[in-house]
């Protein structure tokens, strides 16, 4: 049995979020630039955003740098953006 934390020292915000960008595909070094895109929004958002790129078939790389560019892809809401890379799979975008 551990010890009780000590108030302020608990997982450093964010962790939890790299580590489900990683699992997507990202680097460690992709991941913290990720997270440094409008920082203010939930992780859930960034992670929606970055899942629907790789499902169009974008590297983790080509994917980092389109929401770098175009960062307002962030605060689209998540169904419009499911919508969005839906009509582009229906027209025959791929990550070639």
Known sequence: RGLPA????????GCGEAAGLRAMGFSEE??????GLQPRLGPTRREAAAA????LGLSA?????????S???LRMPTERL???AEELRRLGLDGG
């Open 71 to 73: 960062p307002a892809l």
């Open 6 to 13: 000590a108030p302020g020292l608990g997982p450093r915000r």
């Open 52 to 55: 629907q790129l790789l499902l």
């Open 61 to 69: 790389e080509a994917a980092l740098e389109l929401l770098e560019r």
């Open 30 to 35: 992709q991941a913290r630039r990720l997270l």
């Open 82 to 84: 499911r919508e969005r």
